[in-house]
């Protein structure tokens, strides 16, 4: 029977201990699965990706070769359409995909096919090298802890091993630190993510570029202070066969666990967009200038071309809504 853990313990058993979410087949698609990403809506949003990869390239220099590592590659679905449909920077081109449940990484491999230019790792390569790291909705899935403000200082949230009860202990003083200097303002009964985990992650991307650029896409806000104006509900949440889940404590590994990003805990350094504008920026209007004109000249007398056009358009729509994912942002870091 395992001991009180700290949420981040709890939130790690029940994503990917042996029971956990993502190991027994939790995972993202726009049909039948458990959430829908950006990435498994169709092959837009990877268009703009590999738009960015081969005006990266060559803002790099036109690097041989220019490695695009990407982490949390689920089952491989931005990784496959990418190569389809990345242009200059093909031949030089060595991709990895990082993806730590086992599965995942077999199933994306096998979808691909081993002649292409790909691998696959359990962890971040070392490096260094020359290129690109990106991630879509990575940082939102790795454990977090949380703190909650008391009248006198900082309260961590632990777990109980029985019943799913949570346990509030007083905050170590560097995680106290850390949430103060975060959220000032917390008012008794607040609650703080303290995102380590994640933060660690961007650090560890960032050092194995000799130069390139960081891209990650996730829901979240630039401020903590943010999230501890707004109840726990709204930005830890639960999903199940694209329903919203409740409390993160019952059922352990029955569904996914995720929080806003809180970009202000990441390191320096980065440009935040909305997705909505960094999509724009890379071109998806004039990829479906297309698509729109043939839904405006044959809408009343639709052919299967017609409506294959309004689908593109609605994925469109759906990656740029303001009330939706075209919120998420697009965190870009330089190096070198
Ligand atoms: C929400 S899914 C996103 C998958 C895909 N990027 C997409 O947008 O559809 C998060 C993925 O990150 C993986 N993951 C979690 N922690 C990881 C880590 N430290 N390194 C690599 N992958 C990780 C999970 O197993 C899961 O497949």
New binding site residues.
């Given amino acids: 029977m395992p001991d009180i853990r700290r949420f981040d313990e709890f939130m790690d058993e029940a994503?990917?201990g042996p029971s956990g979410f993502?190991v027994c087949g939790g995972?993202?698609a726009a049909r039948g699965g458990d959430?829908a990403?950006?990435?498994?809506l169709g092959a837009l949003f990877a268009q703009c990706v590999a738009r960015y990869l081969d005006r990266t390239w060559d803002d790099l220099g036109r690097p041989d070769p220019f490695v695009v590592v990407?982490?949390?590659?689920?089952?491989g679905?931005?990784c496959s359409h990418v190569l389809a449909h990345v242009e200059t920077c093909s031949e030089a081109l060595r991709y990895v995909m990082?993806?730590?449940?086992a599965r995942?990484r077999a199933e994306a491999l096998e979808a691909i096919g081993e002649s292409q230019p790909v691998r696959a790792a359990?962890?971040?390569p070392d490096g260094p090298f020359v290129g690109a790291v990106l991630?879509?909705?990575?940082l939102?899935?790795?454990p977090f802890r949380l703190l909650e403000r008391s009248d006198a200082d900082w309260q961590e949230v632990h777990v109980a091993p029985e019943g799913a009860a949570e346990v509030l202990r007083e905050a170590p003083a560097d995680a106290a630190a850390m949430a103060e200097m975060l959220a000032p303002d917390a008012a008794p009964g607040a609650r703080v993510p303290l995102q380590l985990?994640a933060a660690v992650?961007v650090r560890r991307a960032l050092r194995s570029l000799e130069r390139g650029r960081l891209l990650v896409?996730d829901y979240g806000v630039r401020r903590t202070t943010e999230l501890a104006q707004r109840p726990q509900s709204e930005w830890l949440r639960t999903y199940r066969s694209q329903r919203r889940g409740q409390n993160p404590l019952h059922a352990p590994g029955t569904a996914?666990i995720?929080c806003d990003v809180a970009f202000d805990q990441l390191p320096p350094g980065a440009t935040l967009n909305t997705q909505a504008d960094w999509l724009i920026g890379s071109g998806i209007e004039s990829m479906t200038a297309e698509a729109r004109a043939r839904w405006q000249q044959s809408r009343s007398n639709p052919t299967a071309e017609t409506l294959a056009a309004r689908t593109l358009l609605d994925e469109a729509a759906a990656l740029i809504d303001p009330d939706g994912m075209g919120a998420f942002w697009a965190a870009e870091w330089h190096v070198g």
Avoid: C, H, I, M
């Fill in positions: 994503l990917y993502y995972r993202p959430f990403t950006s990435v498994e990407e982490g949390g590659a689920g089952r679905t931005l990082v993806e730590r449940v995942q359990p962890d971040l991630a879509n909705e990575l939102d899935n790795l985990k992650w896409f996914d995720t």
